[in-house]
């Protein structure tokens, strides 16, 4: 086993875990940092910070480019971290995985070059009630561009998408359903298999943004029956300024390239520009090797552990934590659906989400409070933001006691 790769025991050892995330030995106001903000960034594994300093160290080269030993060095390391991210995700084919900044970059991609050539007057978008700003704007956008209209699938009071309303959305118009694999502001898991299935009867192709996905449950793009699918390596363990979009080869290849610039193109006159061939036509200009070959150490990381594993981990710590939560007087779970990630959203009686926010920071412990990027949520929970505590793979029971101990303290002083 390299060094630096976690522990290969059967047992979840969280222990051993903690202690390949340098950060989590910090202390915040003079207290153990509890770091509970996994949704919007996760905390990187000293084998992800060390191969970024070596690939800058020692194989620090543009690709594609140079006939020297090292540009050779850093191609083949950007061409194995395209191949990591193909096996992670159980793609075909590594030419269907496109290099991009982020979930954000994807959609926008997506919407942008698939929406140009095949949204029309009086199309339309499908999307759900719980989807993040950047699974409903690039639609939007998109959606005006083309004449097209958008749709949104409605959600239950528990914060499950109503699937019967969802397939009453469904009609030969319907040329795009984009959904999220797990909503980061409620934890529900969509059952995208079957989005996938009854949006496919109709005509239309499916993206999932899987930005809160990847971390927490095995992924499986061919098992989904997806036709593209968005994540941030940033919320896998992995760089800020990379991540993945995979897509079906034959719509890739259709699709106009998103960008243009150096590496897209197969050759370039005044009259008549060729492009390359997938997935460079969509990687314009020189990509991000360092975060690329830094998400793709991140992957193995995960991948070593166990997905399966990561994920019951995360599931009892969920319900420990509804339960310890559900104790506190006042305070409301948004987002009960059940079998949900490690997402624990909740409102208090009279105290303002950020004002817990900031309470909890005192105590070391870190939390997000807003409306999540997910505005119109909070119009359907009818709530102007939430607290949210989100979970990972090296959060502990002990985590959960002191966010549920700050929160008392929280009520004590707004008592
Ligand atoms: N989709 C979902 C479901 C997300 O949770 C996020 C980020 C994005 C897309 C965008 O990802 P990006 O990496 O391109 O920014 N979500 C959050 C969050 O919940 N708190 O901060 C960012």
């Not at 298999?193 to 930005?211: M, P, S, T």
């Not at 050759?267 to 008549?272: C, G």
């Not at 303002?352 to 309470?359: A, E, M, S, V």
């Not at 929970?381 to 700050?406: F, K, Q």
Request: aromatic share 6%; glycine share 8%.
């Amino acid at each position: 086993m390299p060094a630096g790769s976690p522990s290969s025991a059967q047992t979840f050892d969280v222990a051993r875990i903690r202690r390949d995330f340098p950060i989590l030995q910090r202390r915040v106001h003079g207290r153990p940092l509890v770091y509970l903000d996994n949704a919007a960034t996760t905390q990187k594994p000293a084998a992800v910070v060390d191969r970024l300093a070596r690939y800058y160290r020692e194989e620090n080269a543009n690709i594609h480019r140079g006939v020297h030993a090292l540009s050779v060095e850093a191609t083949d390391a950007y061409d194995a971290a395209r191949e990591t991210v193909r096996r992670f995700l159980n793609a075909g084919d590594a030419r269907e995985i496109v290099f991009v900044r982020g979930t954000t970059e994807a959609i926008n991609l997506v919407a942008a070059t698939w929406g140009r050539t095949h949204l029309g007057a009086g199309d339309e978008v499908v999307v759900t009630e719980m989807e993040h700003h950047s699974n409903i704007v690039p639609w939007q956008l998109a959606c005006q561009a083309a004449g097209a209209r958008l749709r949104v699938a409605p959600i239950t009071d528990a914060g499950e998408l109503r699937l019967d309303a969802f397939e009453q959305l469904l009609c030969p118009r319907t040329r795009v359903v984009a959904v999220n694999h797990v909503s980061n502001a409620l934890g529900t898991v969509n059952p995208v298999k079957e989005i996938a299935r009854r949006a496919h009867a109709h005509g239309a192709v499916v993206l999932v943004d899987g930005a809160q996905a990847v971390a927490h449950l095995p992924v499986d793009v061919r098992a989904i029956g997806c036709d593209f699918y968005a994540f941030s390596g940033h919320k896998v363990f992995g760089p800020t300024g990379v991540g993945a979009l995979w897509g079906r080869a034959e719509l890739l290849d259709a699709m106009p390239p998103y960008q243009g610039g150096g590496d897209m193109i197969r050759s370039v006159t005044f009259e008549r520009t060729l492009y390359n061939e997938l997935p460079y036509k969509f990687e314009a200009g020189t990509p991000n090797i360092a975060g690329a070959v830094g998400l793709a150490s991140a992957l193995d990381y995960v991948a070593a552990i166990g997905l399966d594993r990561i994920a019951a981990h995360e599931h009892e710590l969920t319900s420990y934590g509804t339960d310890a939560l559900s104790c506190i007087g006042g305070l409301r779970l948004t987002g009960t659906a059940p079998g949900k990630a490690g997402i624990l959203a909740f409102v208090i009686d009279d105290i303002h989400p950020h004002d817990i926010g900031t309470i909890l920071d005192r105590a070391g412990v870190a939390i997000r409070a807003g409306h999540h990027c997910c505005q119109p949520l909070m119009g359907r929970l009818g709530v102007p933001a939430t607290a949210r505590a989100s979970l990972a793979l090296y959060n502990t029971r002990e985590d959960v006691d002191a966010l549920a101990a700050a929160l008392r303290d929280a009520k004590a002083v707004f008592a």
